[in-house]
């Protein structure tokens, strides 16, 4: 049953991230218990976090593990901008994957019948991998929990899997698959990099 939030109260609440706590008072629907959150408690909770992103960086990272080949790949893709690192070259996949892709149902579909297998596999199942940390920003941190909670997965892991789609869309050879690349990534992909 949906509730029409007509019993509204200012509570102080508490939301935990990153094993650490942030309060404020927001709307509180007596009824059914919603946050309803609005932008003076949004803009707050944005404050917080950029706060602990200056003081615990770590907190916004991810501990990817990626095949050597797909590193190597990724360095033979950003020759053409000199002084990105593969690291601000994935989190740029990232960003662009969320903004572009998953926002839209139909790329997202496409996308997924589209994906050369062959390639995908061998970027995923190659035993010889590396660790790699990715830093992000706290909205696209925040972004990427919320996915991982909904999926039940790790961060980590969504990055891993959006990297790897992505990085087989780069390197696929395969007519359709180039063409929603050069359709649909590649300018916002060199936008990025070109401003990072």
């Known amino acids: ?8 109260l200012l509570k102080k ?21 919603a946050y309803l959150r609005d932008n003076k408690y949004e803009q707050k909770y944005m404050h917080w976090l950029k706060g602990i ?3 615990r ?26 002084g990105i690192s593969p690291t601000v070259f994935m ?22 019948s589209l994906l050369n297998s062959e390639i995908y596999d061998s970027f995923n199942n190659d035993k010889n991998r590396k660790k790699v940390n990715i830093q992000f920003k706290p909205k696209m941190m925040i972004e990427l929990i ?5 999926l039940e997965l790790s961060p980590s892991a969504i990055v891993e899997e959006v990297v790897i789609k992505l990085m087989t869309v780069i390197t696929s050879q395969d007519k359709r698959l180039r063409e929603f690349w050069e359709n649909e990534i590649r300018g916002y992909l060199d936008m990025f990099l070109k401003t990072a």
């Open 1 to 8: 049953m949906e509730c029409s939030h007509k019993n509204i």
């Open 13 to 33: 609440v508490k939301k935990e991230i990153f094993d650490m706590s942030f309060e404020a008072k927001t709307s509180v629907c007596s009824d059914c218990g």
């Open 53 to 55: 992103y200056q003081e």
């Open 57 to 82: 960086r770590d907190k916004f990272q991810t501990q990817c593990h990626f095949s050597k080949n797909l590193i190597k790949c990724a360095q033979t893709y950003l020759e053409g901008y000199p």
């Open 91 to 112: 989190r740029a996949l990232v960003t662009i994957y969320f903004s572009v892709v998953d926002s839209d149902k139909k790329k997202s579909a496409l996308l997924e």
């Open 146 to 150: 919320a996915v991982s909670e909904f």
